[in-house]
């Protein structure tokens, strides 16, 4: 399985770039949110890959970072949902908006990936709705929010009381991200679950 490479790049199109590393050039498609990172021909670059195989092809996929792989094979995991389609979400929304359209049910957010039709739309939102709360939390902030206002132990600990005071995981979950997304100082843990429960309770 090839899972990163390392090369310049030879040729950047619409859905694809072409990575020549030491002289043999991979055609790897990415999303379009991906690509726009990678606009310098000839740059040496490293990108995390997913290899598909099937009968009759092997295809290569290529995502800024291992998040959006994880993204790209959970989102795989539900029927009718394949590469295309997951390539598709992953131009239309970044991981942050992801999780949050799967966590708050809104179907509208998924539809807008093309070719992506209510039907599908409604498949991803079930299926997907308990698996999102195991993707990574830091994937729904930015890297200088998680920096400087929050680790890891105090979000899962006020999901965890709110459980306890009876609201779902996903409930939970949802109100949480919001809180810490737009907060511009940090709270202690008593503060965000005093925060989250006002919000909740509404």
């Known amino acids: 399985m090839i899972s990163k490479l390392r090369g310049k790049i030879d040729n950047i199109s619409k859905n694809f770039l072409v990575l020549d590393v030491n002289g043999v050039g991979y055609k790897i498609h990415c999303s379009s949110k991906t690509l726009s990172n990678y606009n310098n021909i000839s740059s040496e670059v490293t990108i995390d890959t997913e290899l598909i195989v099937k009968e009759d092809s092997l295809t290569l996929y290529g995502f800024i970072d291992s998040i959006e792989r994880d993204w790209f094979n959970l989102l795989q995991s539900v029927q009718g949902v394949g590469a295309k389609a997951s390539l598709a979400l992953l131009s239309s ?3 942050k908006n992801l999780a949050l359209a799967i966590s708050s049910n809104d179907k509208s957010m998924i539809t807008r990936a093309e070719g992506v039709g209510s039907k599908l739309a409604g498949r991803i939102l079930n299926e997907l709705k308990d698996k999102v709360i195991d993707m990574p939390l830091y994937s729904l902030l930015n890297e200088e929010e998680v920096d400087v ?3 890891k ?3 899962d600990d006020t999901i965890s009381a709110l459980k306890n005071l009876g609201f779902s995981h996903n409930e939970s979950y949802k109100v949480v991200i919001k809180i810490i997304s737009n907060s511009s100082m940090k709270m202690s843990l008593e503060e ?3 925060s989250a429960l006002k919000k ?3």
Do not use: A, E, F, R
């Open 192 to 194: 965000l679950i005093s």
């Open 93 to 95: 929304l970044d991981s």
């Open 149 to 151: 206002n929050y680790d």
């Open 200 to 202: 909740i309770s509404k």
């Open 153 to 155: 132990k105090i979000i």
